[in-house]
T-cell receptor, first 113, second 113 residues
């Protein structure tokens, strides 16, 4: 158990819908990262937040957005969902915003029908 | 841009045999290197990491990896595999000032009795 929690574990929804994925980092970690794992794209970095502020952005679609709250938990919002958004979404956390070991949560499996 | 290549998509080894999983990276500055393992339906678990210092690093579950700057490689080894090592293994690279992790495509390890 990494100490990073993600909810829900599974999510099934329809095209065009909007969902919110939630992540709680390890106690004491200030940085949260979101990754998407799909069969065709592999594991890809989406976005990083550090202590409530966006720190780095990767291949995140404009339909996707994230935020980190004062209690340091983070949410990833996916809207106007398409079939191709079906994937495993991981959250990871690290102590600081500089290069540190990232500890991954169990992931949220999203299926868009 | 940083990149990681795991040339072996799938490897099959006998239980008790030795294992080496290959990883080559491309990055201009000093890389931070990681190996993660993903069991079916599970999240990513950190096996080991290299930031600096001794180029031979020890990890959990009896794994080790050697950083070879001249070959841009960070191969993962285990002297004797166990059936429980069957999983997917990911090599990743990061760097100070660029905290996102770039992952390889993964190597799926199958263990035969």
């Amino acid at each position: 158990d990494s100490g990073v929690t993600q909810t829900p574990k599974h999510l099934i929804t329809a095209t065009g819908q909007r969902v919110t994925l939630r992540c709680s980092p390890r106690s004491g970690d200030l940085s949260v990262y979101w990754y998407q794992q799909s069969l065709d794209q592999g594991l890809q970095f989406l976005i990083q937040y550090y202590n409530g502020e966006e720190r780095a952005k990767g291949n995140i679609l404009e339909r996707f957005s994230a935020q980190q709250f004062p209690d340091l938990h983070s949410e990833l919002n996916l809207s106007s969902l398409e079939l191709g958004d079906s994937a495993l979404y991981f959250c990871a956390s690290s102590v600081s915003g500089s290069m540190q070991t990232q500890y991954f949560g169990p992931g949220t499996r999203l299926l868009v029908l | 841009a940083q990149s990681v290549t795991q040339p072996d998509i799938h490897i099959t080894v006998s239980e008790g045999a030795s294992l080496e999983l290959r990883c080559n990276y491309s990055y201009g500055a000093t890389p931070y290197l990681f190996w993660y393992v993903q069991s079916p339906g599970q999240g990513l678990q950190l096996l080991l990491k290299y930031f600096s210092g001794d180029t031979l690093v020890q990890g959990i579950k009896g794994f080790e990896a050697e950083f070879k700057r001249s070959q841009s490689s960070f191969n993962l080894r285990k002297p004797s595999v166990h059936w429980s090592d069957a999983a997917e293994y990911f090599c990743a690279v990061g760097a100070r000032g660029n905290e996102k992790l770039t992952f390889g495509t993964g190597t799926r390890l199958t263990i035969i009795p």
